[in-house]
């Protein structure tokens, strides 16, 4: 089972950081986790000399460290539950472009998990700013990106984590077995997450039949009930594939697991970013776990155009997982 011991959190005081810090200790609490508040600034910055008593990096350092400590204190002092006390927190300055920084110390510190705050004051008015996505190419570790309006872990017995899975079968022999390890690494997060913080969980996936369009129309016209059989092939492919996914995951976890959660399946046709960002809404998910990246050892290959578009139009909190394998192009 998925258990991270180690927590990153990128700290930004020009955000609202109080839901993302309700999560962290939730999740910290929950595994026994360390945590490390990672505050960045842009060095460059001091090339501009504005005063003789402009602020030297050493003090400018020390104020970062001490918004650190005033966030976790202020979150502690409106949720009394938040005892900071109980959980192992170092506080960490870095130096240079932030989300590259970040990637170097989640390398350097070898940790379980990136949580951060979304970013979605960008020009490109995204859900996710485009800080957000460098961390979900670039990070090797699991991101989990904290809206900053939500449920707080106190109402933890009203949430719902959404898991989308792939379990369509049209790809070649080893992409469909990173495809199949990546959706077990999907539904290990979901299921711990479940499990520590008591929420209901939802495992969805999209299915479709390639060409099906076409071969009504234009001059292939195959005869209905041949495409209808096509058809109906694909989803019977698909809805095999998703039993024997959530057999294994009952095998890993065990039945008794298994009845606990009692997790809804659903097997939708439609394209992937409809389906996923419909059913978030559809069921009110908090939080949905997804993958990111289906091929392994590529390093510097980006997201895919199907995980980008489900994670422009998702309202939610993510956490984006990498398979197993997978090789940052950031290096120190």
Same mark, same amino acid.
């Given at each position: 089972m998925w258990v991270p011991k180690k927590i990153a959190f990128v700290f930004n005081s020009a955000v609202d950081n109080q839901q993302a810090l309700h999560q962290v200790f939730s999740t910290a609490i929950n595994n026994q986790a360390s945590l490390t508040l990672i505050s960045i600034f842009n060095p460059s910055i001091l090339s501009f000399k504005l005063s003789d008593d402009f602020t030297p990096v050493e003090e400018l350092e020390d104020n970062l460290k001490v918004l650190q400590k005033q966030a976790l204190e202020d979150s502690q002092r409106h949720n009394p539950e938040l005892d900071w006390d109980k959980i192992d927190v170092t506080f960490t300055v870095l130096a240079g472009?932030?989300?590259l920084e970040t990637v170097k110390e989640v390398i350097r510190g070898n940790y379980d998990l990136l949580?951060?705050?979304?970013d979605n004051q960008g020009l490109l008015k995204r859900v996710f700013g485009r800080e957000d996505m460098r961390l979900l190419r670039n990070t090797p570790c699991p991101v989990w990106l904290v809206q900053s309006q939500g449920l707080k872990s106190a109402n933890a017995h009203s949430r719902k984590i959404l898991a989308a899975v792939d379990v369509n079968a049209l790809y070649k022999d080893d992409e469909m077995e990173v495809r199949r390890e990546l959706n077990l690494k999907i539904l290990e997060t979901a299921y711990s997450l479940a499990i520590s913080e008591s929420t209901d969980l939802h495992v969805v996936s999209a299915w479709s039949a390639p060409f099906e369009n076409s071969l009504a129309s234009g001059f292939i016209r195959e005869p209905a009930e041949k495409i209808e059989e096509y058809v109906t092939e694909i989803e019977r492919t698909c809805q095999r594939n998703f039993d024997q $996914?959530?057999?294994? $995951? *009952? *095998?890993?976890?065990?039945?008794e697991t298994q009845h606990y959660l009692n997790p809804k399946t659903a097997l939708i046709k439609g394209s992937p970013d409809t389906v996923i960002t419909q059913q978030a809404q559809d069921i009110g998910a908090d939080l949905v776990v997804m993958g990111t990246v289906a091929r392994r050892g590529i390093a510097g290959l980006v997201m895919g155009n199907t995980a980008e578009s489900i994670l422009d139009r998702l309202g939610q909190s993510v956490i984006a997982?990498?398979?197993t394998g997978f090789v940052s192009p950031v290096k120190l």
């Open positions: 472009d932030p989300d949580i951060k705050t979304v $996914l959530m057999a294994r $995951l *009952e *095998e890993r976890f065990g039945a997982i990498k398979p």
